[in-house]
């Protein structure tokens, strides 16, 4: 079995430090919980950026500051988001790809998100996807629904997407594929078998699932993103909180975790 990369997805677009006090909003910020994940054992950081009011943005300057104070303390895959808020326009989500980071995400498919809907057209995704590849930007294939797979596979038959794809099963966002045990294993089912693939669920689902990716080879992706719970009516003091605990998990069930450079080498990705 391979070994387990740890994602930790610092921020969010939703999240709010009425919800999460310690959630980090500034560049330092940010840089400084990716450190704390490095430290506690992550090799991905996934990264969405937020004003100085902290309100989610796509601004270019903001994520070129972010990555240049992660990188000046520590070497993670710094994996940017082109999906931002479910507001942002298209032309908007794909600023972070301009400073060609070595992954970034793409969602494959339109759902509703909460209260909203996460608009992702077939023409646009297939902007993304000739992006990434014009970049050579290793792209995880966020799937929120059964669908979403296709839509990958479909890229990736047109020429669009390098095997082995890398997917994110984001499961139990409301209105979207809930985030039960069964749930995951359709999903897992339905991957092409040489792709890679992280779990990432949301608020409750967090912890069983990522204990389910763990134990049947695939990665797992924690953070106050998806959660900002360590247990129940307990608030985590940091995102490396959730990292710290899949470690020890991931030693209890024998399932040693990646360097950034092994994420790399797994994920068949190029340092920058």
Known sequence: MEKLIITAALTGAEVTREQ????????VEIA???????????????????????????????????VSEIQARCPVIIQPTTG????????????????????????????????????????????????ML??????????????????????????LLKTPLHFDMVLGVPGACPGTPEDLMYMVGQLPKDATWTVAGIGRAQLPLAVMGIILGGHVRVGFEDNVYLEKGVLA???ADFVKRIVRLAKELGRPVATPEEARQILQIRER
């Open 32 to 66: 400084e919980e990716a450190l704390a994940c490095y430290q506690a054992g992550a090799s991905i950081v996934h990264v969405h950026a937020r004003t100085a009011q902290g309100e989610p943005t796509q601004a270019i300057e903001m994520y070129r500051e972010i």
């Open 134 to 159: 014009d970049l050579e930007i290793k792209p995880e294939l966020e799937v929120f629904e059964r669908g979403m797979i296709q839509n990958a596979i479909r890229l990736q038959r047109q020429g």
């Open 20 to 27: 999460q006090p310690n959630l980090p909003l500034t560049p």
């Open 84 to 131: 931002g808020a479910v507001w942002h326009t298209f032309e908007q989500r794909m600023q972070p790809l301009l400073l060609k980071p070595e992954m970034a995400t793409l969602s494959c498919g339109t759902c509703n998100f909460g209260d909203d809907v996460f608009v992702n057209t077939a023409p646009f995704m297939k902007e993304l996807a000739e992006k």
């Open 237 to 239: 003091t940091s995102n």
